[in-house]
């Protein structure tokens, strides 16, 4: 397995939408491998491939404590179960210590097909559901930033613009 480089907010690649998986092949497993990997080693809960400028499909989570239960979602689709929306804190490894509430669905009916590219469904809901729908968004070159105000996507946009000029070397 591989630690893979994270593309951070607001590189453009972050905006590419990602093409569905045709094979669940010996090269998918590996990018699902170095994937968990990252996101662990990131202590993140959640990782898109868009992320790792890979744009497929591809998704990987773990909501558990202690790094115990990878779920993986490759062509995920998701149906939002009811109307209620909940506002939940979220953060994103490609925007690092920036975090902010996004209204999205409780629970949802999730569709995938995991790492040997079996078919699966389930319900989730709470931090699970807001997760699905976060990483979801990364396949379509959607991010958390962009359901926040002009204003505060703007402070973000700047916060991250000194980040990437302390990270260059002298
Ligand atoms: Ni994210």
């Known amino acids: 397995?591989?630690?893979l480089p994270i593309l951070e907010f607001p590189d453009e690649r972050l905006r590419t939408i990602a093409t569905p998986?045709?094979?669940v092949d010996d090269e998918v497993r590996r990018l699902v491998d170095d994937m968990l990997e990252t996101m662990y080693d990131a202590s993140g809960i959640g990782l898109a491939a868009t992320q790792?400028?890979?744009h497929r499909r591809v998704i990987v989570i773990d909501v558990?404590?202690?790094q115990?239960?990878?779920l993986v979602l490759i062509n995920p689709q998701f149906t939002p179960l009811g109307e209620e929306r909940e506002p939940m804190q979220e953060g994103c490894l490609s925007i690092p210590e920036y975090?902010?509430?996004v209204p999205r669905a409780l629970r949802v009916h999730l569709e995938a097909l995991d790492r040997d590219g079996q078919p699966y469904e389930m319900e989730a809901e709470g931090l699970l559901a807001h997760c699905?729908?976060?990483e979801y968004d990364h396949l379509e070159?959607?991010?958390f930033v962009d359901y926040l105000s002009a204003l505060k996507r703007d402070r973000v946009m700047k916060k991250m613009h000194k980040r990437h000029r302390q990270m260059q070397p002298a």
């Open 68 to 70: 115990s239960r990878p």
């Open 52 to 54: 790792v400028d890979v």
């Open 21 to 23: 998986v045709e094979t």
């Open 1 to 3: 397995m591989a630690k």
């Open 141 to 143: 070159g959607v991010l």
């Open 64 to 66: 558990s404590d202690g």
């Open 99 to 101: 975090y902010a509430e």
């Open 132 to 134: 699905i729908q976060h």
